[in-house]
């Protein structure tokens, strides 16, 4: 039997998602939000979405998949008051710089609308990218469900990011991603 004989030529019809569940709904009504309102997320909000990319779980790992078990993804939060390192194995923000580094973010204007400013960076550059997106989509994941706005977006200064972050040689920066309330315009 060749290999053509294995495959259908005809696509195979499959039920529609059952949506119902509440997994489904929320990735149902994922989108990328580039218009926000402002305001300032509560000190619980960004927890839980810290929490949500790269935290410990109740089994004591991740709340990501990571190849190899590599755990060299780091995610900075950035605000006009400084900059600040996530530790997700003790659940904590260390504060590294007072510099604010938003306008190398804002490359477009939406972004100083924005409430929280995530820049994944990493060590590995092939899984390092990965853990990256397993992170920020559980970050829009959680926004969706909570009625915020999300965008995972690469056009910003990575170089000046990497200098200002302070990364190693062997570090760079993959992606920033901007959360905050969306601007529903009726």
């Known amino acids: 039997m060749s290999s053509e004989e294995n495959f259908s030529k005809t696509p195979i019809r499959l039920p529609n998602p059952q949506i119902s569940d509440t997994l489904l709904q929320i990735i149902n009504n994922r989108v990328s939000t580039k218009e926000y309102c402002g305001g300032k997320l509560e000190e619980q909000e960004i927890s839980n979405i810290l929490w949500a990319a790269f935290g410990k ?12 078990n590599e755990k060299n993804l780091k995610i900075f939060m ?10 997700g194995e003790e659940h904590t923000l260390l504060k590294i710089s007072d510099e604010n580094a ?13 409430s929280l400013n995530l820049i ?33 977006r690469a056009y910003i200064d990575k170089q000046k990011l990497h ?24």
């Open 163 to 186: 200098r200002i972050l302070g990364l190693r040689n062997d570090e760079f920066v993959i992606i920033h991603q901007l959360i905050g309330y969306p601007d529903k315009k009726d």
């Open 120 to 152: 994944y960076t990493g060590s590995n550059r092939e899984y390092s990218p990965l853990h990256a997106g397993a992170a920020y989509q559980n970050v829009y994941l959680y926004a969706t469900e909570k009625g915020l706005g999300t965008v995972a």
């Open 78 to 87: 950035l605000n006009e008051k400084g900059i600040w390192l996530y530790d």
């Open 57 to 68: 779980n109740k089994k004591g790992t991740r709340t990501i998949p990571t190849a190899l």
């Open 102 to 114: 938003l306008p190398y973010l804002a490359e477009q204007d939406y972004v100083l609308q924005g």
